[in-house]
């Protein structure tokens, strides 16, 4: 079963030895400092764990929508930004990166009206399809930021931030796997060996 964000957040404040939540989406005078904490940091902290590199599981692509207006100088076309994109990873004409540049929600770039354009992003991937090592980088992530508000615990703040950095590095081990190496097989083995 996947996990809920109030579950991700109870396994943070477990971490750090904090009374754990039933919810945080109504804040009112009477909240625990722990609702409070999560409702403020949660949302803001998983999107800039998601915008941090390009996660196989949270990245899309799609065509662009050119818009009519063209920008002022430099670009010669103006792209909508998809909702919801995070962070754009790269911008295509035909298969190839080009040079792009982002404005507000705008995506500048010197495509012909003919091209078809399309984007590579970053986008908010629901807690369902998070896998394991996404989830335990989060869990160390947010146990680090919780620490302090939670308790005042700075070197217990410091220990999660340590072990938030391994598990990132782990983590993005696990995921540059989730694409299929390229295999080498016996034949171009072969045709190396001789030269081919």
């Known amino acids: 079963m996947a996990d809920s964000s109030i579950e991700i957040c109870n396994r943070a404040l477990v971490l750090v030895r904090a009374a ?3 919810q945080f989406d109504n804040i009112s ?5 722990e609702e409070i904490v999560c409702k ?5 902290q998983v999107q800039a764990a998601l915008s941090k590199m390009p996660w196989s599981f ?17 670009w010669d076309a103006a792209y909508q930004k998809p909702d919801f ?7 295509q004409v035909n298969g190839m990166d080009i040079d792009y540049e982002i404005q507000e929600d705008n995506i500048l770039c010197n495509a012909l009206e003919s091209d078809e354009v399309y984007c590579d992003y970053t986008f908010r991937a629901d807690e369902a399809v998070w896998p394991p090592y996404f989830k335990q980088y989060l869990y160390f992530k947010l146990a680090a930021l919780f620490a302090i508000p939670c308790g005042g615990q700075e070197t217990i703040a410091t220990h999660y931030t340590n072990l938030a950095e391994v598990e990132f590095r782990l983590a993005k081990n696990m995921d540059s796997q989730a694409d299929t190496a390229e295999r080498v097989t016996p034949r171009r083995l ?3 060996r001789r030269g081919v």
Request: glycine share 4%.
């Open 40 to 44: 403020t940091l949660y949302e803001s």
């Open 190 to 192: 072969t045709g190396a």
């Open 58 to 74: 949270s990245t899309t692509s799609d065509q662009l929508s050119r818009l009519i207006q063209t920008p002022e100088h430099v």
């Open 20 to 22: 754990t939540i039933d």
């Open 85 to 91: 994109s995070l962070h754009i990873q790269s911008v």
């Open 29 to 33: 005078q009477g909240s625990s400092t």
